[in-house]
């Protein structure tokens, strides 16, 4: 199986995160990336595709705020990573930003993402390895995995958030679109809801997101991923919600996949995308499933029985130690 990841993309390290009421150590650090890849042995560099797979899913505006936004922060005499403190929830219009604290609330979900000098790159190669990872598919590989960090499903058209800049499964499965494929699935199986993700697919028939993911009324992204959400418009139906409660073991899981699956089989897509995060891991520091090490593969079996076309992009997972093998047991089960 090719495996894509650009060593641009460890550059990106954010330090503090804003959690609970207090700055902690960011928990989406490149040691992830490191471990996966020592787990994997050899990556490929991806091939450069430009910006225009990225502006086909995120708003031009957006995309020239990330790239400037860190160079901004030090104009304004800031130090460290760029992050917002106000958000324009309120009331909020279409207004004239002159100030890099404006834009940061206009452009992210959360204060958990801050931007450093490095992410833009970091974000901009995860991309690419997503789209080099299609590449690999369409020229005939049954399956290719994408090693993106920084992660992307939280990420929208127009906002970054949950460690996420550019959304490279929505990337992948537009560029999918127009390489000719009629109808991509994507399959979301980190820890977490992806609503950039949903969102961006929200009101499309083309593209059917499927998500597993620890119970939003409880758990981040909490305004998100609710079980009712199921798209609208020409979307309508083709976004599926599977939240699950705290201590979700295998045997639960496998039948709520079991659920999912049958709804991608029942939209007869020609490509799947797989956002896949080892953040269901037992021993996860942020998350609340009970997935052990040796039940990836068995995920990874049910999905391949779908017999798609596959782009396996990587999404969070945070017990460091654990993430190679925790990878490495779900690609092998492909
Ligand atoms: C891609 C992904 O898995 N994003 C998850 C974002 C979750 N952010 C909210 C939870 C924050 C917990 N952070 C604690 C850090 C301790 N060092
Ligand atoms: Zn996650």
Redesign the pocket.
Same mark, same amino acid.
């Given at each position: 199986m090719r495996m894509i990841f650009d060593p641009r993309q460890s550059a990106h390290a954010p330090a503090l995160e804003m959690h609970n009421g207090g700055w902690v150590a960011h928990a989406e650090v490149p040691g992830r990336a490191a471990n996966i890849g020592a787990a994997l042995g050899a990556t490929e560099a991806p091939a450069d595709h430009g910006l225009a797979s990225i502006t086909a899913i995120h708003d031009p505006a957006y995309v020239d705020f990330l790239r400037s936004a860190h160079r901004r922060w030090l104009e304004a005499g800031r130090e460290g990573d760029a992050v917002g403190y106000i958000w324009p929830v309120a009331r909020r219009r279409d207004v004239q930003l002159d100030r890099i604290d404006a834009m940061l609330g206009r452009y992210s979900m959360d204060a958990g993402t801050p931007i450093t000098a490095d992410t833009w790159d970091a974000a901009y190669w995860a991309a690419q390895s997503a789209l080099t990872a299609l590449d690999a598919v369409l020229a005939g590989d049954r399956v290719a995995f994408a090693l993106c960090r920084p992660p992307g499903h939280h990420a929208g058209a127009d906002y970054l958030g949950g460690y996420c800049y550019l959304n490279n499964a929505a990337i992948a499965a537009q560029a999918a679109r127009d390489a000719g494929a009629t109808r991509v699935a994507i399959l979301d199986v !980190?820890?977490?809801h992806g609503n950039g993700t949903q969102d961006i697919f929200w009101n499309r028939g083309d593209v059917l997101f499927a998500s597993i993911h620890g119970d939003p009324r409880i758990d981040y992204p909490f305004y998100w991923g609710h079980a009712d959400e199921r798209g609208e418009g020409a979307g309508e139906g083709a976004t599926l919600n599977l939240p699950l409660p705290h201590g979700t073991a295998i045997a639960p899981y496998l039948a709520a996949l079991d659920q999912v699956l049958a709804a991608i089989r029942a939209f007869a897509p020609d490509m799947l995308i797989v956002s896949f @995060?080892a !953040?269901t891991y037992e021993a996860d520091p942020i998350?609340h499933f009970a997935i052990r090490t040796q039940d990836y593969a068995e995920i990874a079996g049910a999905i391949a029985k779908l017999a798609l076309p596959s782009v396996i992009v990587m999404? @969070?997972g945070y017990a460091v130690d654990a993430l190679g093998a925790n990878v490495a047991g779900f690609l092998s089960g492909l």
């Amino acid at each position: 199986m090719r495996m894509i990841f650009d060593p641009r993309q460890s550059a990106h390290a954010p330090a503090l995160e804003m959690h609970n009421g207090g700055w902690v150590a960011h928990a989406e650090v490149p040691g992830r990336a490191a471990n996966i890849g020592a787990a994997l042995g050899a990556t490929e560099a991806p091939a450069d595709h430009g910006l225009a797979s990225i502006t086909a899913i995120h708003d031009p505006a957006y995309v020239d705020f990330l790239r400037s936004a860190h160079r901004r922060w030090l104009e304004a005499g800031r130090e460290g990573d760029a992050v917002g403190y106000i958000w324009p929830v309120a009331r909020r219009r279409d207004v004239q930003l002159d100030r890099i604290d404006a834009m940061l609330g206009r452009y992210s979900m959360d204060a958990g993402t801050p931007i450093t000098a490095d992410t833009w790159d970091a974000a901009y190669w995860a991309a690419q390895s997503a789209l080099t990872a299609l590449d690999a598919v369409l020229a005939g590989d049954r399956v290719a995995f994408a090693l993106c960090r920084p992660p992307g499903h939280h990420a929208g058209a127009d906002y970054l958030g949950g460690y996420c800049y550019l959304n490279n499964a929505a990337i992948a499965a537009q560029a999918a679109r127009d390489a000719g494929a009629t109808r991509v699935a994507i399959l979301d199986v !980190d820890y977490h809801h992806g609503n950039g993700t949903q969102d961006i697919f929200w009101n499309r028939g083309d593209v059917l997101f499927a998500s597993i993911h620890g119970d939003p009324r409880i758990d981040y992204p909490f305004y998100w991923g609710h079980a009712d959400e199921r798209g609208e418009g020409a979307g309508e139906g083709a976004t599926l919600n599977l939240p699950l409660p705290h201590g979700t073991a295998i045997a639960p899981y496998l039948a709520a996949l079991d659920q999912v699956l049958a709804a991608i089989r029942a939209f007869a897509p020609d490509m799947l995308i797989v956002s896949f @995060g080892a !953040d269901t891991y037992e021993a996860d520091p942020i998350s609340h499933f009970a997935i052990r090490t040796q039940d990836y593969a068995e995920i990874a079996g049910a999905i391949a029985k779908l017999a798609l076309p596959s782009v396996i992009v990587m999404e @969070g997972g945070y017990a460091v130690d654990a993430l190679g093998a925790n990878v490495a047991g779900f690609l092998s089960g492909l």
